[in-house]
């Protein structure tokens, strides 16, 4: 097996260009348990660990952007701002594996259990490619998933990052394991609200084939604060029937399977109680006086 090091993102993608072949890595934390365990041999590999233009982000014209080589650990650093990012972001692993897991492995993987999947999904993000050949072109996140560990990546492209519209409102992520720390998420759930727009975002993973989108729970809980004057005095309180079917439709979103984690019962179940306690979260939130 070649291991190939670029020192820059042009000779990265003028490598992968001449190299199609070649798996990226980064921090490794999922590729190397594929190799550790024989389930896959690449003739190539190219260690993007030394590219710095991926390992960078910024805010420009009211968006984020956010590199592909930026570690976990950097965001809980550097990112304090983005309470779900964050959020996700420590529950990744060990210490160890947030100091060398990348969104960008996050991405390329596409397992439905990503812990930062969610989050992007919540926030409406596009997922930046560009090849040496073609430039670069971005795709809606639910574009790039095509399906469980699959994108639509072309063999010549690399992952550059990820960039949403800054949002500006309360929101968080959880996820239930089979333990408290250093576990593959049985189901997990991101919520945002969208001060602006008036609209509540649900992005849930491990529960199935993709990142879901809780499009029908976005749409009863929105219309519910509109009905009620919620967005326009946040003190107004959201009765209790409203917040149950909000999270039995959450619930009913998911699509899971049984397997050696869980059930799909619990794991609907799991849903079903992570958006109520977010959705009472990102409530309470809305009526400190930062959101006001």
Same mark, same amino acid.
């Given at each position: 097996?070649?291991?190939?090091?670029?020192?820059?993102?042009?000779?990265?993608?003028?490598?992968?260009?001449?190299?199609?072949?070649?798996?990226?890595?980064?921090? %490794?934390?999922?590729?190397?348990?594929?190799?550790?365990?024989?389930?896959?041999?690449?003739?190539a590999m190219i260690d993007l660990s030394r590219v710095a233009e991926l390992a960078s982000w910024q805010q420009e014209d009211g968006h984020v952007?956010?590199?592909?080589?930026?570690?976990?650990?950097?965001?809980?650093?550097?990112?304090?701002?983005?309470?779900?990012?964050?959020?996700?972001?420590?529950?990744?692993?060990?210490?160890?594996?947030?100091?060398? %897991?990348?969104?960008?492995?996050?991405?390329?993987?596409?397992?439905?259990?990503?812990?930062?999947?969610?989050?992007?999904?919540?926030?409406?993000?596009?997922?930046?490619?560009?090849?040496?050949?073609?430039?670069?072109?971005?795709?809606?996140?639910?574009?790039?998933?095509?399906?469980?560990?699959?994108?639509?990546?072309?063999?010549?492209?690399? /992952?550059?990052?990820?960039?949403?519209?800054?949002?500006?409102?309360?929101?968080?992520?959880?996820? /239930? %394991?089979?333990?408290?720390? !250093?576990?593959?998420?049985?189901?997990?759930?991101?919520?945002?609200?969208?001060?602006?727009?008036?609209?509540?975002?649900?992005?849930?993973?491990?529960?199935?084939?993709?990142?879901?989108?809780?499009?029908?729970?976005?749409?009863?809980?929105?219309?519910? !604060?509109?009905?009620?004057?919620?967005?326009?005095?946040?003190?107004?309180? /959201?009765?209790?029937?409203?917040?149950?079917?909000?999270?039995?439709?959450?619930?009913?979103?998911?699509?899971?399977?049984?397997?050696?984690?869980?059930?799909?019962?619990?794991?609907?179940?799991?849903c079903r109680v992570l958006a109520r306690r977010a959705l009472i979260w990102a409530l309470n939130e809305r009526r400190l006086p930062a959101w006001?």
């Amino acid at each position: 097996m070649e291991v190939l090091l670029p020192h820059s993102l042009e000779e990265a993608l003028a490598i992968k260009g001449e190299r199609p072949e070649a798996t990226p890595i980064a921090g %490794g934390t999922d590729l190397m348990v594929d190799l550790n365990f024989g389930r896959l041999r690449p003739a190539a590999m190219i260690d993007l660990s030394r590219v710095a233009e991926l390992a960078s982000w910024q805010q420009e014209d009211g968006h984020v952007f956010l590199g592909a080589g930026l570690t976990y650990a950097t965001i809980v650093n550097e990112m304090p701002e983005f309470k779900p990012l964050v959020q996700a972001s420590r529950s990744v692993g060990s210490p160890q594996i947030r100091n060398r %897991g990348t969104v960008g492995g996050n991405l390329g993987t596409a397992s439905p259990a990503g812990d930062a999947l969610p989050v992007l999904a919540a926030y409406d993000a596009d997922v930046v490619l560009r090849s040496r050949a073609r430039g670069e072109r971005s795709l809606a996140w639910h574009a790039f998933f095509t399906g469980p560990k699959k994108t639509a990546i072309a063999p010549d492209e690399l /992952i550059i990052g990820t960039r949403w519209r800054r949002l500006r409102g309360p929101g968080s992520f959880s996820k /239930i %394991g089979t333990r408290n720390a !250093m576990v593959i998420s049985v189901a997990g759930l991101c919520l945002v609200v969208d001060e602006e727009n008036g609209a509540v975002k649900v992005a849930l993973g491990s529960v199935g084939p993709t990142i879901l989108r809780a499009t029908e729970a976005e749409q009863q809980i929105a219309a519910a !604060m509109t009905s009620s004057g919620a967005w326009q005095d946040p003190s107004i309180t /959201i009765p209790d029937q409203v917040i149950d079917e909000f999270g039995s439709l959450v619930a009913a979103a998911a699509k899971p399977l049984d397997d050696v984690r869980g059930t799909a019962a619990y794991r609907r179940h799991g849903c079903r109680v992570l958006a109520r306690r977010a959705l009472i979260w990102a409530l309470n939130e809305r009526r400190l006086p930062a959101w006001l």
